[in-house]
């Protein structure tokens, strides 16, 4: 059964830059699992970031963006704002359907 | 603007049923595959499955969790999407949200989430 693991919490300062990563149980995370990032507030249904590793989705502000860095997919955010405080998650592509990491709770302090 | 409306969610008993609906608006739904999620109560989104468009053969993939017990169809017709739900547990609690997908293989659009409880 495919595992895919996010740190379960960040803290970033105001106006500071964090990296959030995604990696699978066995193996490595490459751009042919598609990486997709979604955040999500309390109450909310998520909301749609990256996609295709690093495309923006439509209205995304450019501090987000999306990478691959050595063996699992990453989301930096540049310039923390107070509002980027959410979970977030990373879903891959594993050929018949997706896969969601466990979430990233980003508190912003 | 693109529009993805569930309902029919509610409590109902272990071994029950339901049949959720989504419906869709404000995009080419017969070109689109599409794919429920669900959230548990304070847990992390959970893929269940997806159904692709006629032209790619209405075919469907289900997450190990829930196959043999819910079934995803669709009208192209009334541009509703469908998740039978059967057999249902107390641990398929959750808030479940239709997606359309976009190109390639990511959750582009999300509905509001109807919400299934399963409680005797």
């Known amino acids: 059964q495919t595992v895919v693991t996010q740190e379960p919490s960040f803290s970033v300062s105001p106006g500071g830059t964090v990296t959030l990563t995604c990696a699978l149980s066995s193996g490595s995370v490459s751009s042919t699992h598609y990486p997709s990032w979604y955040q999500q507030t309390p109450g909310q249904p998520p909301r749609t970031l990256i996609y295709n590793t690093n495309t923006r989705s439509s209205g995304v502000p450019d501090r987000f963006s999306g990478s691959i860095l050595g063996n699992k997919a990453a989301l930096t955010i540049t310039g923390a704002q107070a509002d980027d405080e959410s979970n977030y998650y990373c879903a891959l592509y594993m050929g018949s359907g997706g896969v969601f990491g466990g979430g990233t709770k980003l508190t912003v302090l | 603007e693109v529009q993805l409306v569930e309902s029919g969610g509610g409590l109902v008993k272990p071994g029950g049923s339901l049949r959720l609906s989504c419906a869709a608006s404000g995009f080419t739904f017969t070109n689109a595959w599409m794919s429920w999620v669900r959230q548990a109560p304070g847990k992390g989104l959970e893929w269940v499955g997806r159904i692709k468009s006629k032209i790619n053969g209405v075919t469907t993939d289900y997450a190990a969790p829930v196959k043999g017990r819910f079934t995803i169809s669709r009208d192209d017709a009334k541009n509703t999407l469908y998740l039978e739900v059967n057999s249902l547990k107390t641990e398929d609690t959750a808030v479940y949200y239709c997606?359309?997908?976009?190109?390639?293989?990511?959750?582009?659009?999300w509905g509001q989430g109807t919400l299934v409880t399963v409680s005797s």
């Open positions: 997606s359309a997908l976009g190109y390639p293989q990511y959750f582009q659009y």
